[in-house]
């Protein structure tokens, strides 16, 4: 299956599905943080199934666009992109982008939206960045409405509950092998909801000098790190997600 990863750049959950056997990459404004198949601009540019093209040296020696290992073993080519000659091509102002005929579009798509001005945790200052928060909504409803047949979108408990609609799931990270806690909502379309995989205990929750009760591993992180490391997806349910959606 095809699956692109939008507003990722761990490579978590991409590399869970390329794991498992399928063509996954991941899309960010932010260069991926470990290798893997992954294209560093706005999603919009290949949300219809496009995928940016970039040869290798060793696969296109001549520089001419056309990989020259297309009859011999795909596992073997450093190309970022599709490996096969006879390829439909676009060209834009962000690059060269390709799509095999047969497969014309992103079988799933799983969407990880910035939370930053519509998670309820910043509810407090709403009235000062409404034209902030109505952009970000407005980005969630076009993915969405992207056209891919399977869709998830993945937030914390945010405004979209109550702006666009409530969500199809609420996940722990518990439920997948980790001592924590993190309510994620999935917005699903075609797409079941996860089963449990792993159930461990919930983990502890840590009272801060200020009396503020936050869970532990939440704690334990640097304050200057924490915005980042919460939006990461964990381990236990990327993987669920390849297992069950893939």
């Known amino acids: 299956m095809r699956v692109l990863v939008a507003c990722e750049f761990s490579g978590t959950v991409r590399d869970a599905f390329a794991k498992r056997g399928h063509q996954a990459m991941s899309c960010d404004l932010r260069a991926s943080e470990t290798p893997g198949l992954h294209y560093c601009g706005d999603v919009r540019d290949v949300l219809d199934g496009w995928m940016p093209v970039s040869f290798s040296r060793e696969c296109d020696p ?83 409405d992207a056209p891919v047949k399977r869709i998830a979108i993945e937030n914390p408990v945010s405004i979209i509950n109550s702006r666009i609609r409530k969500p199809d799931q609420i996940i722990q990270p518990w439920w997948f092998g980790h001592e924590a806690r993190k309510s994620t909502c999935l917005w699903l379309k075609g ?21 503020k009760k936050i869970p532990e591993w939440y704690s334990k992180i640097p304050r200057s790190q924490r915005s980042e490391v919460r939006s990461q997806t964990f381990q236990g349910v990327a993987d669920a997600m390849a297992l069950q959606w893939g």
């Not at 079941?192 to 929750?205: H, N, Q, S, Y």
Request: glycine share 8%.
């Open 62 to 144: 001549q520089g001419d666009g056309h990989c020259r290992i297309s009859d011999c073993d795909v596992s073997a080519c450093q190309c970022v992109g599709p490996t096969q000659d006879g390829i439909e091509y676009r060209e834009t102002e962000n690059g060269l982008f390709g799509r095999p005929e047969e497969t014309p579009s992103w079988d799933i798509l799983i969407a990880h939206p910035p939370c930053t001005h519509i998670a309820i945790s910043g509810a407090r200052w709403f009235a000062e960045k409404k034209v902030l928060q109505e952009e970000a909504l407005s980005f969630v409803q076009m993915l969405m």
């Open 191 to 211: 797409l079941r909801k996860l089963r449990p995989t792993a159930v461990v205990d919930e983990g502890a929750i840590f009272t801060t000098s200020s009396g």
